[in-house]
């Protein structure tokens, strides 16, 4: 199907008795008896019937664009309605220690009570309990010899 730019209903249709369609006219006219109004008359209807086409095809390429942008629309994600007078929970889930993540990673034996609620607060607990050391730089120094 060919790629219509714009709108074939607002196409104007030629007026083709003026002179600059002589020439094909005359090419139509040729060997039959066939004057220049009616050759003209035969080139309107050719117009008409290619607009009609183009306008056909105009409006198919256009339920095809509007099904696409449906489609789109429908994969689009949805955002959940929210209840304006609940509230937010207070309250936050408790991950694993780092010690059974990396026992976890390396593919070692560890006990499941690390993965259970009371685990994982006594990991956040103690994470809480241990100040963070600041980072101390030390100054090497090398003999050159």
Not at 54 to 65: D, H, I, R, S, T
Not at 119 to 139: F, H, I, M, Q, Y
Request: net charge negative; proline share 6%; glycine share 4%.
């Amino acid at each position: 199907m060919a790629h219509i730019a714009s709108d074939p209903t607002f196409d104007i249709e030629p007026d083709f008795t003026f002179v600059p369609f002589e020439g094909i006219r005359n090419c139509i006219i040729g060997n039959t008896q066939l004057t220049h109004a009616e050759a003209a008359n035969e080139l309107a209807t050719g117009w008409q019937q290619d607009r009609d086409i183009c306008v056909v095809e105009w409006l198919v390429l256009k339920q095809e664009a509007e099904n696409k942008r449906q489609e789109t629309e429908k994969k689009k994600p949805k955002i959940n309605d929210f209840a304006t007078g609940m509230s937010v929970g207070d309250t936050l889930t408790h991950c694993p220690s780092q010690y059974a993540i990396h026992k976890l990673k390396s593919f070692e034996y560890i006990e499941l009570w690390y993965f259970s609620p009371d685990g994982c607060k006594e990991a956040a607990d103690e994470a809480n309990r241990r100040p963070t050391e600041p980072l101390v730089s030390r100054r090497l120094t090398t003999s050159l010899p």
